[in-house]
């Protein structure tokens, strides 16, 4: 039986976002692939080890600034990361943007089952 890890619900978006590391002296440029108030997916040849720390810049309307951490790694594919610190005022933002995409998938369901 699969257990549900995650506290928060997960959305696919493309956020563009800019991730540095200890491991290396230029940022890697991506986008996410699913992203929540707890997380994100990104999608990338170029991976980090699970438990690596990060500084990521998360690029909605304005900057987001955020302490994360490697969860999953998947050689050339991608990894998870896990949200560790955000200042107040970004986590408000990130939350009204996930609630835009939030409504924007139900609008789509709801066109699906009419």
């Not at 200890?22 to 997916?41: F, R």
């Not at 990338?44 to 951490?69: F, N, R």
Request: aromatic share 8%.
């Amino acid at each position: 039986m699969f257990v549900e890890r995650r506290k928060h619900p997960r959305f696919k978006a493309s956020v563009p976002v800019e991730i540095h590391s200890p491991l290396s002296d230029a940022p890697l440029h991506c986008t996410t692939a699913d992203i929540s108030l707890g997380g994100c997916y990104i999608e990338s040849m170029y991976t980090y080890p699970v438990g690596t720390p990060l500084e990521l810049k998360l690029y909605l309307e304005d900057t987001l600034l955020i302490v994360a951490k490697v969860v999953t790694c998947y050689p050339q594919v991608g990894n998870g990361i896990e949200f560790e610190k955000i200042l107040p005022e970004d986590r408000e933002q990130l939350r009204a943007f996930l609630d835009e995409v939030a409504k924007k998938e139900l609008a789509e369901k709801e066109k699906q089952t009419v």
